[in-house]
């Protein structure tokens, strides 16, 4: 076994220093936030919170806790997610797959629609019109069709399945598979790294979308929890400038962001372990050429 040299064990000293500085970092904030969300107004406002809670208390998240509608809203995050995580996954696999390949006539057309779109849109209020004469307000496809294919995951995708041996879609072909079936059984298979990265990345910007539901929805029973805490933030931080707070109140006012933001990012930091392995070898899988 060949012993390191002694400037490659410094630049592993060195490295390992730097990212250690990097990770602490990165951490900082959100521990702060979460020592925050648990720590009383007084020591909030005077500045005193760093990296644990001080003045211990639990008020805004009783009161939010209490309230069924945010847990209906809860719900609303969760049902919105999964089926605009499902539709964007099925299109995106799709689409990528068409474009990767090579032989496809209107390939470069199909490529140049996509990329299009990454530049410029219709506008806001069109997309309002669009969406109305639809007939898609208040419902779930308010929020998933519109949203369906991001062009980021869809050349990452497509960059992918370029990668993969064509002989293995070929001897299949020799099998009798079908194109779906090809897909299906021979690409998604092979493909695991990648569908776990794109289902992170939509899932993550379907939690975290609030607009899409504040445009489309009318009613608060439909609304997802982000909005539901950015009306809390707004009554909150409203109530308390405004003088007329209980001290209840001002407590709410002084720690709801930072408890808002535990509560959106905890089912995200929940699930982010269970697909990490995955994440880099999906990103660079699809952008590494041989």
């Known amino acids: 076994m060949v012993r390191p040299s002694r400037s490659y064990r410094v630049f592993q000293g060195v490295n390992g220093v730097v990212l250690s500085l990097v990770v602490l970092v990165t951490l900082y904030p959100f521990v ?12 909030i406002r005077a500045g005193e919170v760093t ?65 299009f779109t990454m530049f410029f849109t219709g506008g806001l209020i069109p997309q309002y019109v669009l969406i109305t004469s639809l007939g898609l307000k208040n419902s779930v496809w308010a929020i998933a069709l519109p949203n369906a294919i991001s062009v980021f995951n869809l050349l990452v995708m497509k960059a992918f399945f370029e990668s993969l041996p064509a002989e293995l879609e070929e001897a299949a072909q020799i099998d009798g598979l079908s194109t779906y079936g090809i897909l299906l059984r021979i690409v998604l298979p092979l493909s695991k ?91 660079m899988l699809g952008a590494v050429k041989g």
């Open 193 to 283: 790294a990648v569908v776990a990265t794109m289902v992170l990345f939509y899932s993550v910007s379907f939690w975290n979308s609030w607009f899409s539901a504040f445009l489309y929805m009318d009613s608060a029973d439909l609304m997802p929890v982000t909005v539901y805490l950015r009306n809390l933030i707004q009554g909150a931080t409203g109530g308390s400038n405004a003088g007329a707070g209980t001290e209840q109140l001002s407590q709410v006012g002084a720690n709801i962001q930072a408890v808002t933001i535990v509560l959106t990012a905890l089912p995200i930091l929940c699930v982010y372990p269970f697909v990490q392995r995955y994440f880099v070898s999906g990103v």
């Open 51 to 115: 990296l644990w809670p001080k003045g211990f208390n639990l008020t805004t998240y009783k009161i939010v806790f209490q309230d069924s509608m945010f847990w209906r809203n809860y719900g609303n995050t969760v049902f919105y997610t999964v089926v605009a995580t499902a539709v964007a996954m099925v299109l995106t696999t799709c689409y990528a797959y068409v474009l990767s390949k090579k032989q496809l006539k209107g390939r470069t057309a199909l490529v140049g629609v996509a990329v």
């Open 32 to 43: 702060n936030i979460v020592a925050r969300s648990f720590s009383g107004e007084r020591q």
